[in-house]
């Protein structure tokens, strides 16, 4: 059984930064394409960032983000990061890892994930 735990959150400042770690267990890590979404408030779920299988040499960003995330992956480690500078108030939210074994990705939607970790909370500030 796939784990995802993530961590990293917290509240910070708009213009400030925070990196959150997604650390896998239970499958094969390399054969993961892995992803990021958030939720906001009254919000549906949204893609973040994903990050392909492998050597992670492909990566996709929502248009919202582009410029200031930065999604990566270390297999050593089985943990997927995602750094997050210049933040927003917008960007406020619960932040997600989910991963699909054995798809090379990246995959934009929710629908192409088949493990989800139990989210972090991002908070930014004004």
């Known amino acids: 059984q796939v784990r995802l735990v993530e961590s990293g959150g917290g509240l910070v400042q708009a213009g400030g930064s925070l990196r959150l770690s997604c650390a896998a267990s239970g499958g094969s890590f390399m054969s993961s394409a892995m992803g990021w979404f958030r939720q906001a408030p009254g919000k549906e779920r949204e893609s973040v960032a994903a990050?392909?299988?492998?050597?992670?040499?492909?990566?996709y960003y929502a248009d919202s983000v582009k410029g200031r995330f930065t999604i990566s992956r270390d297999n050593g480690k089985n943990t997927v990061y995602l750094q997050m500078n210049s933040l927003k108030p917008e960007d406020t939210g619960v932040y997600y890892c989910?991963?699909?074994?054995?798809?090379?990705?990246?995959?934009?939607?929710?629908?192409?994930?088949?493990?989800w970790g139990q989210g972090t909370q991002v908070t930014v500030s004004p």
């Open positions: 989910a991963s699909v074994i054995g798809a090379p990705g990246p995959y934009g939607s929710s629908d192409d994930y088949h493990y």
């Open positions: 990050i392909s299988w492998s050597g992670g040499l492909m990566t």
